[in-house]
């Protein structure tokens, strides 16, 4: 089927009249026959949007090889082959294996773990066509079909509403408002925003409530969250930090080998001691020695490490690289709704006439809790006036309490309103219970015209309306209040005292609901509009989407870590600032005038008034998604590593542009966890932090272990081109080489890769984006510690030459092992003393080196392999000796530390040595 995806079907639906919206699509509230549908899908196709292709198991593994570490390696493999050093050849290839299968098996893991995740989408949509109706594919939808939705129902389409009742919406996923929205099927104005458009329906939305019968608008990529799904497909995934980051080291890795190898053969050649093929293989062999075969492998270690102790804290790293770049972010843009907040709506405060303000603890939908006045706690069921308005929360309801036990989870099922006062009356003991003598006569679901909802209820002989509602229209139908003495009139003094209140919440972003009842005759059996007045007052309540509960403290940290957090929310300006200040993002002095700003205000900012704007101010509200895309793009320009967390399709675009897009595991839409890299199974802010921390502890392993390797290396070749230079036979055979670069260094490496945080991470700056993993901040150690591994190898070859070559070159290898063993213990910290951090407290470490040294005593002890690695015999005393010059390192790195925390002013000037 030739298929056009129309843009041409971008007509203002909202603002215009059902009978133009019904002609413009040539239907009726009959709905399209059967030929008009088939003319209809031929015009605007299937009511789906494109399918996310999931990487496949092949691409996912060819995609390990893409690094420049991994390439240099194969070539190094390949002139190992050449020159005749097959098995070389063999160990790196399998290093470069292992290397791609450890990301491999990682990144499948958390596709895995992401697709368990997934939630199914709209499956069938009830529609009208030739005045019938049936139950269809909701793929099947085409501009035009008449769609019946009732509470609980996905909407599947872009839809107008033609006719409803009590109706409303959650648009969550698409506004970030938290709170149902009210619909209606009036005419709006043109520019009516997306998320003040009250009589259209958008797809990937729900019925909250009440019932609803529309016309399709638009469909598949035409929809809303169709044209954000097309955003996203034009947005280029960059590479990760880590990758650059590789990438450089990389290039540092090639410019020393081909430097080293270079001086190697320069200094053979200027010697004259060595024949040109002889020292061609020599510096060919040297070039791959230099680089360390086993830093790829190990690089992916790390990074497996750090991502499985981020999925123990309930993040689950979808891109294998992106674990180390959360280390390096500087700004978070965050959502609001379910992201900070727990995305349920909570009373937090109680108002009865003419007494004091009543705090209500407790968070989220379970219903326990204390009532208290003035701090103290008292019973709520003993105060008549409580009693009584809880009594009305409860019965003028149709929200119910699902708990499940095995995991002692509370859920809301119907509105959220009214499951927040359920929660309320649960918290005193109060709850509807039929009976013959207390039972619900008639109920009134929320009418948005009225504003308010009603239900009848039979009291023993006695009938009486309990009435929820708008505040203000409960003050407005109420001519009397309830008091610890009666009903008393309600005059304008004792309005304006209930007023003040109202608006004190209202400006703390309370959703303030009031409830009132009213005595009527015992015939009665139906509730009448106009039995909704003179209602006696009975208070109000206060509810809001609490912050959760460790959000301010997970806050804190980022900002002593030196990272900005953002808000940026669908939702109103007052109910972001409000929770902004709960969770510390601003001060509790700030205004909106300087700590906010609406998008409407932003879009009258030129490119220079946008910047200042977004360096300067925290809270960002009424969003659409280009927007927060645009937002996240500028503060990318401006030189911010930034990390944009949300869970719903209007997030979607902004989390794929992130430097880090973090989704929402539970919460979020599909195509928000598909646009982003990392995914937090709790939906928790807190979590962020987390992988905040486990991210610059990546980095610190990374840059750990690298070192670690390299020393090593320098070592070597430094060792190499100094014998070279003075004509006497090189310190360490290639397989002897070899065996240190992957066997010694190899299972150190590992033990490395494990390494803990020390508690202070968080107390430095973001990791700088370009920063490189060696630099000049670790360049003098390094140069240290292969300096001394230089003269104590040159001083035990020097030494033990007039024995033997043989022996030579075993001491060296003894002492080349050994330094680096005992180096172990330095790169556990750059700054930290090892007797500060616990020489047990890594038992991988101590494991490592144990295993190191019995292999290192079995190869040279053993007949078979100590003719296969050249060595000569080594006596007990020699072997101790050896061991306690090599340890010199350890006492060397401790002193460089020690000199360094008390004289932190002392620099090297070692600018010049870093590329």
């Known amino acids: 089927m030739n298929v056009i995806n129309s843009k041409k079907n971008k ?109 199914m989408l709209v499956q069938r949509a009830r529609v009208i066509r030739d005045a019938k109706e049936y139950i269809i594919p909701s793929r099947e939808l085409v501009p035009g079909d008449i769609i019946i939705l009732e509470e609980g129902e996905n909407i599947p389409a872009d839809a107008r509403i033609i006719d409803f009742k009590n109706l409303q919406v959650s648009e969550a996923s698409l506004t970030g408002e938290s709170i149902p929205e009210s619909k209606n099927k009036g005419v709006l104005p043109k520019e009516t925003i997306l998320a003040d458009q009250k009589n259209m329906l958008f797809k990937g939305t729900f019925i909250a409530g009440g019932y609803a019968k529309a016309v399709v608008c638009r469909t598949g990529l035409d929809t809303a969250i169709g044209e954000i799904a097309e955003t996203i497909s034009g947005i280029e995934r960059k590479k990760t930090n880590f990758q650059k980051k590789t990438d450089t080291l990389a290039r540092q890795m090639v410019i020393l080998s081909i430097t080293s190898a270079g001086l190697l053969f320069f200094v053979g050649f200027i010697s004259g001691n060595y024949l040109l093929d002889e020292l061609l293989l020599v510096s060919i062999a040297a070039l791959v020695s230099v680089i360390p075969e086993g830093l790829p492998a190990v690089l992916s270690i790390v990074l497996a490490i750090g991502s499985s102790r981020m999925a123990k804290k309930n993040a689950i790293i979808r891109d294998f690289t992106s674990v180390e770049t959360l280390g390096a972010v500087t700004t978070i843009i965050t959502d609001k709704t379910g992201t900070l907040t727990q995305n349920k709506l909570t009373v937090k405060k109680v108002y009865t006439f003419n007494e004091q303000e009543i705090e209500v603890s407790g968070e989220g939908w379970v219903p326990i809790g204390n009532f208290s006045k003035n701090k103290n706690i008292f019973e709520p069921s003993e105060d008549l006036l409580v009693k009584q308005l809880l009594e009305i929360a409860a019965c003028s309801n149709n929200a119910s309490i699902k708990h499940d036990k095995e995991n002692n989870i509370y859920e809301i099922a119907g509105d959220p309103t009214e499951g927040a006062l359920l929660v309320l009356a649960r918290k005193a003991g109060i709850q509807f219970k039929s009976s013959d003598f207390f039972k619900k006569i008639d109920d009134l679901p929320f009418n948005s015209k009225l504003k308010l909802r009603a239900t009848l209820i039979k009291n023993n002989q006695e009938r009486f309306l309990f009435v929820v509602g708008a505040p203000e229209k409960i003050l407005d139908v109420s001519t009397s209040a309830a008091t610890e003495f009666g009903e008393k009139t309600l005059d304008d003094t004792a309005r304006q005292s209930i007023q003040k209140i109202m608006d004190s919440w209202s400006e703390n972003a309370m959703r303030v609901i009031g409830l009132a009842y009213k005595k009527v005759s015992s015939n009665c059996n139906a509730i009448e509009e106009t039995m909704l007045e003179d209602l006696v007052f009975s208070g109000i309540t206060g509810m809001m989407d609490p912050p959760r509960p460790n959000t301010k403290d997970a806050v804190l940290q980022c900002k002593n870590a030196g990272v900005r957090v953002i808000m940026a929310t669908g939702d109103h300006i007052n109910t972001a600032i409000a929770i902004a200040k709960s969770v510390a993002i601003i001060d509790e002095n700030s205004t909106i005038s300087t700590a906010a700003i609406s998008e409407q205000e932003l879009l009258q900012l030129n490119e220079k008034e946008f910047d200042v704007a977004i360096k300067n101010i925290s809270v960002f509200a009424r969003l659409t998604p280009k927007v927060k895309l645009r937002i996240a793009e500028r503060l990318q320009a401006l030189g911010e590593l930034v990390a944009k967390t949300g869970d719903g399709v209007n997030d979607a675009p902004a989390l794929k542009k992130a430097d880090i897009g973090i989704s929402m595991g539970i919460m979020g839409t599909d195509v928000a966890r598909e646009s982003s890299q990392v995914v937090l199974a709790d939906d928790n802010f807190a979590s962020i932090v987390n992988a905040i ?171 078979f392999f100590e003719l296969i690695f050249s060595f000569a015999y080594i006596t007990v005393t020699e072997f101790l000796v050896l061991i306690g010059l090599s340890s010199s390192v350890l006492w060397a790195g401790e002193g460089y530390k020690y000199f360094k925390r008390k004289n932190k002013f002392i620099k090297f000037g070692c600018k010049f040595l870093i590329m």
Request: hydrophobic share 50%.
């Open 11 to 119: 007509k203002q639906f909202h603002s215009m009249h059902i009978e133009a919206v019904l002609h413009n699509f040539e239907t009726s509230e009959n709905g399209l026959n059967d030929n008009k549908v088939k003319i209809q899908r031929q015009k605007f196709g299937w009511n789906e949007l494109p399918e996310i292709q999931k990487e496949s198991w092949l691409k996912l593994l060819f995609k390990q090889f893409k690094s420049i570490l991994v390439f240099i390696l194969i070539v190094a493999a390949l002139i190992s082959y050449f020159t005749g050093h097959i098995i070389d050849m063999y160990v790196i290839f399998s290093v470069v294996i292992i290397n791609s299968m450890i990301g491999f098996i990682q990144e499948l893991k958390a596709e895995q773990a992401v697709s368990s995740l997934r939630k």
């Open 693 to 863: 921390e486990e991210g610059r502890i990546v980095f610190s392993n990374a840059r750990k272990t690298s070192f670690f390797l390299v020393t090593t290396n320098f070592a070597e070749i430094i060792t190499l081109v100094t014998l070279v230079a003075i004509g006497l036979p090189m310190a360490l055979t290639a397989t002897q080489i070899l065996w240190l670069n992957l066997v010694t260094d190899g299972v150190c490496d590992i033990a490395l890769a494990t390494e803990k945080g020390h508690n202070d991470v968080l107390n430095e700056k973001p990791i700088a984006q370009k920063e490189k993993i060696l630099n000049k901040t670790i360049l003098p150690f390094l140069l240290m510690m292969a300096g001394i591994m230089t003269m104590l190898s040159l001083a035990v070859y020097f030494w033990f030459i007039e024995v033997s070559l043989e022996k030579a070159r075993t001491t060296v290898f003894i002492v080349m092992a050994f330094s680096q063993l005992f180096n172990l213990y330095n790169m556990r910290s750059l700054k930290k003393s090892v007797f500060k951090i616990g020489f047990f407290s890594n038992k991988y470490i101590n494991l490592a080196i144990l295993v190191s040294i019995i292999i290192m005593i079995l190869i040279i002890e053993l007949p």
